[in-house]
C-alpha cells in the first residue's frame, strides 16, 4: 500500500520560507518520479514540481525561481523547499507519487499559511 505523508506546513509572513517532507512508503520510491501539488481553498488541484528519477526537475511558472524539489532515497524523502512566500502560495500542498497529473497517489496534506 503506498502511504505518503507530509510535514513542515505552517504559517510564515510573506517572504518567508518553509521546507516541506514527504516520508514514502509501500513502494520502490527511488524507482519513481514524485511531484509536489497543491489546493488552494475553493480552487483545484495546482500542479507545482515533478522530480523525475534521472535527476530532472520541472516547475510551474508560478514558482519557478522560488521551490525547490529534491528527494532523498535513502531516506525515501521527498521535500519541498518553498522560497519568498507570497499570500497566494496559501494553500494545502500534498506530495504524490509519480509524473501523471492528476496524480492517483497522494499524502492528506500539509496546510501552508502566508499571513502578515
Known amino acids: 500500500e503506498v502511504q505518503l505523508v507530509e510535514s513542515g506546513g505552517g504559517l510564515v509572513r510573506p517572504g518567508g520560507s518553509l521546507r516541506l517532507s514527504c516520508v514514502a512508503s509501500?513502494?520502490?520510491?527511488?524507482?519513481?518520479?514524485m511531484m509536489w501539488v497543491r489546493q488552494a481553498p475553493g480552487k483545484g488541484l495546482y500542479w507545482l514540481s515533478t522530480?523525475?528519477?534521472?535527476?530532472?526537475?520541472t516547475y510551474a511558472d508560478s514558482v519557478k525561481g522560488r521551490f525547490s524539489i529534491s528527494r532523498d532515497n535513502a531516506k525515501n524523502t521527498l521535500y519541498l523547499q518553498l522560497n519568498s512566500l507570497k499570500i497566494e502560495d496559501t494553500a494545502m500542498y500534498y506530495c504524490?507519487?509519480?509524473?501523471?497529473?492528476?496524480?492517483?497517489?497522494r499524502g492528506q496534506g500539509t496546510q501552508v499559511t502566508v499571513s502578515s
Open positions: 504524490a507519487k509519480g509524473s501523471a497529473f492528476p496524480p492517483i497517489d
Open positions: 509501500g513502494f520502490a520510491f527511488e524507482q519513481h518520479p
Open positions: 522530480l523525475y528519477v534521472d535527476g530532472v526537475t
